[in-house]
């Protein structure tokens, strides 16, 4: 099949029914055969493929595959040459492919590291679920608020073992910071402020000039749910680019919250938001992306409120930092007696003068990670669900998904918790649904949680 000249996607049956079959790959010798003590048997090996091998997508597949009790058996990216560069030091035991549904296909892929840009990662999330394989999503684990739901409840159905890649979780200094929040030395927190500002100026990321897709980039299936569009440098490029266009990452607060306003949903025990109002624009910059340039985000949960800020016109920090322009980020936790100043690497403790009556560290009590992707290999063997699976995590997702709602529609959003539903705005529940591009159907199926 030629896969990038076609532009109607097969089904995901007829690819179950073909390339199970059709996908053929050398035996992979036992390590005793091959002289290497420590290395498990094949049969206790875990075998893992990956969708989306450009930044991250290689990041995590290296971080995976450093382990003797891991064998790399498939690679799939829409780009034959990042297919290619990801694929070479694995060739004795990978296939690739450029339609992610053949990967899935396989039996000799037990889990799956999804890596692509963030328009595909709720879909390819829930077909993994539904192939039963294990998944590594990249963050934003998805763009909708019911996509949110949807990804949490098929991982869910299908009793299969998810991690978020939300890395910094893994860090020795937000664990120090969630014993600080919970000692309650701090007082009452009430209120938590987070931020991540940069300067891109008024150009922004530039313009890109009009030209036809570079050779062995399937397109079509790069854009996939998404709104089809022209082939775009920037918008291809990476990450950093993705972040500037609107229907392809939701912008840089899906791009970068993920990993900051998972330290006070994880110190404090947030559920999700049930006031949610954000405002802002593309105020400023004038580039070929549509994405805001400016987001302000109030979340309201029981008991606390916190406060996102995003702006991609000025890097001054606050007390991370101001002057050369720079990427900036920060969390603050305002309780009674001090506020916590806190970044990925920074655990401070401002007293509300003499208040704070000890303010000598708690002993640590959470116990140290073996690292993001350690832990979620090590959970595929216990079947135990890590640290930042769909569960804890589509918390974080979801005031997400809202915020973006929120500001798309320009007015607040209730949310209910209880029934998972946008109350008292009609218009706001339909749009919390994506619309996907055909032959791509949202899978509706998993808007409602199994029973048990």
Same mark, same amino acid.
């Given at each position: 099949m030629n896969v990038r000249n076609r532009t109607d996607p097969p089904s995901r049956r007829q690819f179950l029914q073909s390339a199970a079959a059709a996908v053929a790959l050398p035996e992979i010798i036992p390590a005793s055969a091959l002289g290497r003590e420590g290395v498990p048997p094949p049969s206790e090996r875990i075998q893992l493929g990956v969708i989306g091998?450009?930044?991250?997508?290689?990041?995590?597949? !290296?971080? /995976?595959? !450093?382990?003797?009790?891991v064998v790399v058996t498939a690679v799939c990216d829409v780009y034959q040459a990042r297919l290619n560069a990801a694929l070479e030091p694995h060739r004795s035991t990978a296939k690739g492919h450029r339609d992610y549904r053949e990967l899935?296909?396989?039996?000799?892929?037990?889990?799956?590291?999804?890596?692509?840009?963030?328009?595909?990662?709720?879909?390819?999330a829930i077909h993994a679920a539904e192939a039963k394989k294990d998944i590594y999503l990249q963050k934003p684990m998805t763009l909708y608020p019911e996509e949110t739901l949807a990804v949490r409840n098929a991982v869910n159905r299908h009793g299969v073992i998810s991690q978020i890649g939300t890395q910094i979780h893994a860090t020795a200094n937000y664990r120090r910071v969630v014993e600080w929040v919970?000692?309650?030395?701090?007082g009452p927190i009430n209120?938590?402020?987070?931020?991540?500002?940069?300067?891109?100026?008024?150009? +922004?990321?530039?313009?890109?000039?009009?030209?036809?897709?570079? %050779?062995g980039l399937d397109w079509e299936m790069w854009l996939g749910p998404a709104p089809k569009r022209a082939f775009n440098r920037l918008l291809f490029a990476d990450a950093y680019y993705h972040g500037s266009f609107w229907d392809y990452s939701?912008?840089?607060?899906?791009?970068?919250?993920?990993?900051?306003?998972?330290?006070?949903?994880?110190?404090?025990?947030?559920?999700?938001?049930?006031?949610?109002? /954000?405002? +802002?624009?593309?105020?400023?910059?004038?580039?070929?992306?549509?994405?805001?340039?400016? !987001?302000?985000?109030?979340?309201?949960?029981?008991?606390?409120?916190?406060?996102?800020?995003?702006?991609? /016109?000025?890097?001054?920090?606050?007390?991370? @930092?101001?002057?050369?322009p720079a990427r900036r980020l920060g969390i603050y936790f305002h309780g009674v007696n001090a506020t916590l100043i806190a970044d990925y690497g920074r655990c401070e403790v401002v007293p509300e003068g003499d208040m704070l009556k000890d303010a000598s560290p708690?002993?640590?009590?959470?116990?140290?990670?073996?690292?993001?992707?350690? %832990?979620?290999?090590? /959970?595929?063997?216990s079947r135990q669900q890590p640290s930042c699976s769909v569960n804890y995590h589509y918390r974080v997702d979801l005031a997400i998904t809202l915020a973006n709602l929120s500001y798309k529609l320009g007015r607040s959003l209730r949310f209910d918790p209880k029934t998972e539903r946008i109350? @008292?705005?009609? !218009?706001?529940?339909?749009?919390?649904?994506?619309?996907?591009?055909?032959?791509?159907?949202?899978?509706?199926?998993?808007?409602?949680?199994q029973k048990t």
């Open positions: 091998v450009n930044g991250m997508g290689r990041a995590n597949l !290296q971080n /995976c595959a !450093q382990y003797p009790d899935l296909a396989r039996r000799d892929v037990d889990a799956v590291i999804i890596a692509t840009p963030p328009h595909w990662h709720a879909l390819m919970r000692s309650g030395r701090l209120t938590v402020r987070t931020f991540n500002v940069m300067n891109q100026g008024p150009d +922004g990321i530039g313009h890109a000039p009009k030209e036809p897709p570079p %050779e939701g912008g840089w607060t899906p791009g970068m919250a993920p990993h900051i306003i998972d330290l006070p949903i994880w110190a404090l025990d947030l559920g999700v938001p049930t006031l949610t109002s /954000c405002s +802002g624009g593309r105020l400023v910059i004038r580039d070929d992306g549509d994405a805001p340039d400016t !987001q302000e985000v109030l979340w309201q949960y029981p008991g606390v409120t916190m406060t996102w800020m995003m702006s991609l /016109c000025n890097s001054f920090g606050f007390d991370f @930092g101001r002057g050369t708690p002993p640590p009590s959470i116990a140290p990670s073996p690292g993001h992707e350690r %832990e979620w290999l090590d /959970c595929i063997k109350i @008292g705005d009609a !218009q706001a529940a339909r749009m919390a649904r994506p619309v996907y591009r055909s032959p791509w159907k949202f899978p509706e199926e998993y808007l409602k949680p």
